[in-house]
């Protein structure tokens, strides 16, 4: 299983606010780029984050209706979100990976820390291998 992720570093600014946390926690995962002016995948997000509340799945169409999207962009928002281990695919639709938002960045940590103990594994058998 190949995922994708990227963790940025961002000033997180002291909030109430559950949506201005939500960005943040996006934002610090790499999901959300400035390309995407309507905010298609904060809005895709949020509609899991939701649904995952009451363990529903939602479709791919059911979720464009919902925001006003067209269903090839929340496929695309959906298959980014599914590479950086957020989403995974039932069979009647898609739903987090998990029922909340700490289990879900607890078993990205550990797919983090899964990856970085085989590059350094590697790293330390070319280390070896060079003398």
């Known amino acids: 299983m190949v995922r994708k992720l ?8 002291q ?10 926690l996006g934002n610090s995962l790499g999901l959300f780029s400035l390309r995407d ?3 298609s ?8 984050v939701r ?21 090839g962009t929340v496929i695309h928002h959906l298959n980014r979100l599914m590479d950086a281990g957020i989403v995974v695919k039932e069979s009647q639709g898609y739903i987090l990976r998990d029922t909340n ?19 350094m594994e590697v790293a330390k058998d070319v280390d070896e291998k060079l003398g």
């Open 15 to 24: 909030s109430d606010n559950i949506h201005q946390e939500l960005q943040w």
């Open 101 to 119: 938002l700490e289990r879900v960045v607890g078993r990205i940590k550990h797919d983090l820390d899964m990856a970085m103990n085989d590059l």
């Open 51 to 71: 649904r995952a509340k009451v363990s529903q799945t939602i479709s791919s169409d059911e979720i464009a209706e919902k925001l006003h999207l067209t269903r």
């Open 37 to 39: 002016k309507n905010s």
């Open 6 to 13: 990227t963790i940025v570093r961002v000033r997180r600014s």
């Open 41 to 48: 995948c904060f809005r895709v997000f949020i509609t899991l």
